[in-house]
């Protein structure tokens, strides 16, 4: 079995470790798995958040190795506010995910918690489409 330099890590890896190019004369990529797939989280956080790796590390070492919403660990989505762009924190998919679907509005945000502690406005039935509203 074959063994490549990686251009990046300077690892000689065996031909497995590599991504198959069929332009390149040897029918691998130019470098190993493990340096593209790192080039690409990294290339990530740069072109949509316009921070780096260790940025993003020293932001889930300030949150004290958490996520900022759930509380569980370990973080690992960059939050960013969907109008300014400004990065907030890094959360797991889930709550990001959450924000993202209540509009990063906090109103709605606050009904949401209400609701799920049952906190809300529930109308009592009196008569037939008559409702009385709790005080």
Known sequence: ???????????????????????????LATRCKVCKKAQGRAGHLKRMYGITEAERDRMVVDQGGV???CQE??????????RTGKVRGVLCFSC?????QLKDRPDVIRRAAAYVEGNLWNPTLVAQGVYRQPS
Do not use: F, Y
């Open 96 to 100: 990001d995910a959450a924000l993202g």
């Open 1 to 27: 079995m074959g063994h490549k330099l990686c251009r990046q890590c300077g690892e000689i890896e065996p031909h497995d470790d590599w991504h198959r190019n069929a332009t390149a004369s040897d029918g």
């Open 67 to 69: 996520r900022v919403i």
């Open 73 to 82: 660990g370990p973080a690992e989505h960059v939050d960013h506010d969907h």
